[in-house]
T-cell receptor
């Protein structure tokens, strides 16, 4: 059974700092991995999707990397801003099998960027 | 703008009552999903539907029911059989699951419905 772990559970940093959020998964047979952002009381917003054949994806100040063989992904946020404060979740999609529609989510990292 | 609309934002259920959460999308997506989110937990899949008039149970379907009569709509009913319904419910949609292109499209989420017990 796929398990997704996100470390740390919470992170507080001063504005302007570069930071890394971690995501690990137990079954490396994934199709892709997604990073989402969730603001309090809101739904999820997709930030980046990395296909299993890719090593990284970039969008603005965000860079996500994927090391499928070791079961790890990182989300790098450059020059953090208070507006980046949110919960960040990662989710993996299985590579095969009858339930290949189903995403498995981590519990998220709560990020606070202090002005 | 295209998106997913969930209503109501807050819902209260009395004991023994069934309640229905609405989810509508205008993204022309074939696939739709219902997730449950509890504090400190990852999202868990309740039901999903790949096409109109078809849906499948997820990991925690007991005490819930769905219908998919229209492409745009995927309502979730929380029945009285669900003994611990208090949670944040999220609806999502995506393009067709078939093929690599579809499976590499992200899921889009609504803003959720928070359900509580009176």
């Amino acid at each position: 059974k796929q398990e997704v772990t996100q470390i740390p559970a919470a992170l507080s940093v001063p504005e302007g700092e570069n930071l890394v959020l971690n995501c690990s998964f137990t079954d490396s047979a994934i199709y892709n991995l997604q990073w989402f952002r969730q603001d309090p009381g809101k739904g999820l917003t997709s930030l980046l999707l990395i296909q299993s054949s890719q090593r990284e994806q970039t969008s603005g100040r965000l860079n996500a990397s994927l090391d499928k063989s070791s079961g790890r992904s990182t989300l790098y946020i450059a020059a953090s801003q208070p507006g980046d404060s949110a919960t960040y979740l990662c989710a993996v999609r299985p590579g095969s099998g009858g339930s290949n529609y189903k995403l498995t989510f981590g519990k998220g990292t709560l990020l606070t960027v202090n002005p | 703008d295209g998106g997913i609309t969930q209503s109501p934002k807050y819902l209260f259920r009395k004991e023994g009552q069934n309640v229905t959460l609405s989810c509508e999308q205008n993204l022309n997506h074939d696939a739709m999903y219902w997730y449950r989110q509890d504090p400190g937990q990852g999202l868990r899949l309740i039901y999903y539907s790949q096409i109109v008039n078809d849906f499948q149970k997820g990991d925690i379907a007991e005490g819930y029911s769905v219908s998919r009569e229209k492409k745009e709509s995927f309502p979730l009913t929380v029945t009285s059989a669900q003994k611990n319904p208090t949670a944040f419910y999220l609806c999502a949609s995506s393009t067709s699951e078939q093929g690599a292109r579809g499976r590499n499209q992200p899921q889009h989420f609504g803003d959720g419905t928070r359900l509580s017990i009176l």
